[in-house]
């Protein structure tokens, strides 16, 4: 069996997806997770396009990628110029990636209504800018935009943008419903015809798939062009895309490897795609699709007495593969063995080793049960989830504790805005009453509490709020409903994320600020007492 | 070409989707939105099997249903007594339906597993089941439950189930991927044998296919069926159902008829399955799917300004169908790559039309840049888009002016946490000055202020938060950033959904609050000057 080759294109064309905005950090720190997911390739945006992708860019050698090829992604060259007048694709260039991806119309109709250029030219277009890419040494992937549609309308030309490509030095050409207006039957035809002209043509590039979802069937779709030999297939984590979404990678790489028998990732990073799903959607702040095939929170739920004994004897009753192979988990009210493996998985990560029999483990998903059942979620708050665990060994230690605050948040008649905490704080022996100002009441009372604490742990100047995002999680009853903050912190030097829930935005958000000090200060190897005590005595 | 069915499960199969629980009020109401869409076939539920679906099938009769049949629903017999033994079969009867759907085992590991009886027994209960509701004078369509996965390990078994069904006197025999698990070339392979088996054996049923998107693949496994001559199609409105839900009828419907040329619904009837799906969404009280295909609100969404100057001058260079023919319409997203069509189309859906040159376009254009540039994001604010162009034509009323606030959030010794918040309204001449408590922060701030404005404008009692959303935009520097708050308000009947942007998380929601409130009283088409004016001298 052919190898078949993903590709990711969350960070480009994923994050056209209304309601996704990502920092050049959070670009960051997905690819890094599609990384740890094997990926081979990820498309990570337009050099030149705007600020923010060329600071992705220049920030990739911060990764250290094991098993992906970043891929820049850019248009042909402009009409009516040469590939080395065109700025933009010496912009492509600079950004040093091994592998281009560049898109070229297929469709006459496009050449004339969007390009406004002849059909030749775009043919030369495309030529042009591939021989450009090859000759500088890079690898080039070729989408041919609008494909299909290009197809239906004039075949001749759509399988000449192919030709061209192919010829020019493209090693991959990249099938695109660029509207997703195709329904499976339809894309496994023209797969087919385009299959036989390259053999007719003796062309040597590889066929890629790249579908949206605007039909509903952009996964089966890709799966229709797998079944006609088609090796490369183009997606995006969740589905996230313009308008209905691209080919979702969370859906098609267990129907590929578990229904059709293609090894495309090994078992323990497979394992790990609800993570990533969640992961992703956390990073994006949008709500996971609860009812998602195969990474959602309810895709292997149970209800109802019967189906659940059922389920019990023998899974395969109505299970239509085993959850765990995804790192989801079967989910039936009762259930605490649900979710052991990824708890094991989880606690390797931190360097701790445990039986699947060790009675602490129970205690942890217990814990894990009644907090997640409360709103907590810990995918995104590795921080959380290690307190929590190191809680209940029994080794979480006591830096200080927070014994009340109080914020308040005014407007004066000049319509400035003021914000301030007061936070009494116990550290050892010691009661500390601090108050501080901030551009809002979450940033005072962060202010508030690293001031009490700075006299005792000298570490917390250097840690700062990174990022925070909120997310109420009942659509339904708007702000009464729970809040549920999380809060990155850095030092400078790492990253971490803690996780807080209430009623109350402001007691959720204290919840994760004192989780994310605390953290902070067990991660630098700070031992509490014995520095408290010192402190304390140096004082007095 | 042959006619298909539709046949619609939202009732039963789709109420089983977790966060769904409809009343008998909402079935009837949904039963009559898809008598209107001209749905053939609507499951209404198993008599006999709550009382809420008795009560369903007892006031049936209030609903003057004129394009479907409602269908009651049951199992077969118990195992080992009679059809007219069983009680259950009595209940359904009493339902009173013109057609009853009966499911029965079809895999003989379920008939072992679940059923703990015999193959033989199995198919007697099937063959008397059907015979006993024949024999009453009533239509049945046998859906065999683990159609495929018992295909696959017994293929003779599961065909004798089919056979058997026929020659009882089944009308239609539905093929059910109860586990959801098939891809769409296995459907269509084993949907090819099944045929030529009815052929061979001369059962004169018709055939159907239900699936479920475990493999999100329920909609092109639906049409994989029909590729091979299947004319009954199951599924539910927005795919809702249990675990990853049904096939969704708000794709198969237009696949179906934009695509594959089957006429399912008068062109009419059509135009109304965006509003259908809406509908349905709200009487379920789950967020509408805004990526959703053909009806979601993102499905004809367009961003950048060549994409927006093509799509105007020939709409089908970016778009599979015309948005109108499913009752959705094409969104021009406004967002940082705005340019003037983008703004003119907007502009024209509030009904407000410009010409290319209006000197008031270039100002709207002006302040939308400036705003963008303080972190603010229309793309997903409809509503207080809306305010900023009119506030540029000079046309924004002014119902209330805020004029300060103050809003705090203390812990107590009992762990106890409390926010609360006081606010200075002006309404025309009077100033309101109010304070009230909240689970947080913001939702007191959203009280107090209601509490001042309800007096003058009744409407905002109905009116409520239904989600908030908060982002830091600049992911380094944390809570001293940008906040940028997106709220979604509601008043039972429309959404709409407001930004704020601050340093101050509360000066940020406090914006979103105050331009939400105001957005829902213009939109209710209230004066508020006059009413003003009203209420003052009337209370004076």
Redesign the interface.
Known sequence: MNRLYLYDTTLRDGS????I?L????KLRIASKLDDLGIPFIEGGWPGANPKDDAFFARLGELQLRHSEVVAFCSTRRSGMSAKADLGLQKVLEANTRWITTFGKSWD??VH??LRTSLEENLAMIADTIHFFREAGRRVIFDCEHFFDGYHKNPEYALATVQTAAEAGAEWVVLCD????M???QIQAVVETVQKFCKEKALTCGLGIHTH?????A???A??AV?QGVLMIHGTVNGYG????NA?LC?LI??LQL??GFELLSSEQLANLTATSHFVSEVA?LAPN?????V?L????H?GG?HVS?VR??P??????VPESVGNSRRIVISEQAGASNILQKLADFGLYFERTDPRLQEILVRLKQLESQGYQFEAADASFELLVRESLGERKLYFSLE??????????DQS?R?EATVRVRVGDKLQHTAAE??????AL?SALRKALTDFYPQVAHM?????????LD??????AL?RVL??FSNGLKRWTTIGV??????ASTRAIVDGLEYGLMSSGMHPTEKCLREILHQN
């Open positions: 056209q997806a209304e309601g905005s920092s050049v950090d959070d109709l496009h209504e969007s660029t509207n997703g207006g329904l499976p039957h979802n605007d039909s509903e069937t996964v089966a779709n799966l229709a079944m313009e308008r209905c979404g979702n859906a267990p129907n229904k059709m702040n609860e009812h998602a095939a195969y959602g309810s895709a292997f739920a209800k019967i059922a004897r023998n395969q009753t109505y299970e239509h593969i009340g605050l109080y914020t308040s948040c005014q407007t004066f008649p805005v914000s901030g551009n809002g009441p979450v940033s962060d700062h709020l990174a990022d925070y995002k909120v997310r109420i659509g339904t009853t708007g702000t009464s809040t809060i990155e209430s009623p109350n935005i402001i007691e």
